[in-house]
């Protein structure tokens, strides 16, 4: 498509779930990021996959999560056993290459930990 | 330290005025710096680049002093669809973009 899409658009859970959440990035962009937002906060970074190099997991904030990109193009973000504190807004944002070329975020995934 | 330090704000200005942002990031190995523009619940977009020499798009003027590490945003003219938030990014030599925490401009009538 056009743009970056992710789905779904908003997730409700319960604490101790698992959920997943979908990035579709813009066709031909080998970069691809995941980060969150919580509210009123600062976008914060998780996890960035480069073509066919080994992904930064640097920002992944526990070992609860988990990320993959399949064939170098979608990508999955898994949260298992949910905590409220993973509330937030999940942005994913793709783009051309890495480095010096700004992004293209999608709308985001609201995900609400109950 | 933050990587990237922003003002907060919020930056309440009149129609018509012309407001500045600062930024300051502590890598100096960084390479290329963004404004981003984020409008309330919503994804953030890419508003400008910013080059060493400086550049303008319309009424928006972005300058980089790297000596001091620091960043600006110039907003002339203020509109009142120019509310939003002004993310200060920057990107080091990792691939990945650092953001700031954003500075809130609400332009009033």
């Known amino acids: 498509g056009a743009g970056v899409s992710q789905s779904p658009s908003n997730k409700v859970t319960e604490k101790g779930k698992d959920v997943e959440l979908r990035c579709d990035p813009i066709?031909?962009?080998?970069?691809l990021y995941w980060y969150r937002q919580s509210l009123g906060q600062g976008l914060e970074f998780l996890i960035y996959?480069?073509?066919?190099?080994?992904?930064?997991k640097s920002g992944l904030p526990s070992d609860r999560f988990s990320a993959e990109r399949t064939g170098g193009s979608v990508s999955t973000l898994t949260i298992q056993r949910t905590q409220q504190e993973d509330s937030a807004v999940y942005l994913c944002?793709?783009?051309?290459?890495?480095?010096?070329?700004?992004?293209?975020f999608g709308s985001g995934t609201r995900l609400t930990v109950v | 330290r933050k990587e990237v330090e922003q003002d907060p704000g919020p930056f309440n200005v009149p129609e018509g005025a012309t407001v500045a942002f600062n930024c300051t990031y502590s890598?100096?190995?960084?390479?290329?710096f963004f404004w981003y523009r984020q409008d309330c619940r919503k994804e953030p977009k890419l508003l400008m680049s910013?080059?060493?020499s400086g550049n303008e798009d319309g009424r928006f003027t972005a300058q980089l002093n790297r000596a001091s590490q620091y960043i600006s945003l110039l907003i002339r003219d203020s509109k009142l669809s120019d509310s939003a938030t002004y993310l200060c990014?920057?990107?080091?030599?990792?691939?990945?973009?650092?953001f700031g925490q954003g500075t809130t401009l609400q332009v009033k009538p």
């Open positions: 910013v080059y060493s």
């Open positions: 996959f480069q073509g066919n190099s080994a992904p930064d």
């Open positions: 944002a793709s783009s051309r290459q890495a480095g010096g070329y700004g992004y293209t």
């Open positions: 890598n100096s190995a960084s390479q290329s």
């Open positions: 990014v920057v990107n080091g030599n990792t691939g990945k973009l650092i």
């Open positions: 066709s031909g962009h080998t970069a």
